[in-house]
């Protein structure tokens, strides 16, 4: 579970590197601007969340094209309507 430190703008501007710490060690801080959340800072994760194309690239391997046909076929099929 991340705990979370709320601050104000001027805060994390006069603090980042102490806020930017904190964040490496787990934590979350969300920065507001007159009590309104403008900004979150999380740790950053090894791999990039490119969550909806490995979905799509799930969705492609499911999906079988019929015997013969290829991508392009199907495209150009589609420009004929």
Same mark, same amino acid.
């Given at each position: 579970?991340?705990?979370?430190?709320?601050?104000?703008?001027?805060?994390?501007?006069?603090?980042?590197?102490?806020?930017?710490?904190?964040?490496?060690?787990?934590?979350?801080?969300?920065?507001?601007?007159? *009590?309104? #959340?403008?900004?979150?800072?999380? +740790?950053?994760?090894?791999?990039?969340?490119?969550?909806?194309? $490995?979905?799509? %690239? *799930?969705? #492609?391997?499911?999906?079988?094209? +019929?015997?013969?046909?290829?991508?392009?076929?199907?495209?150009? $099929?589609?420009? %004929?309507?």
């Amino acid at each position: 579970m991340i705990s979370i430190k709320t601050v104000g703008v001027y805060e994390a501007k006069t603090h980042l590197p102490e806020l930017l710490d904190l964040v490496s060690h787990g934590k979350e801080v969300v920065i507001t601007r007159h *009590a309104k #959340r403008v900004a979150r800072l999380s +740790p950053a994760t090894d791999e990039p969340d490119f969550s909806v194309f $490995a979905r799509l %690239r *799930a969705l #492609r391997m499911r999906l079988a094209l +019929p015997k013969g046909e290829t991508t392009r076929d199907l495209i150009n $099929a589609g420009r %004929r309507i």
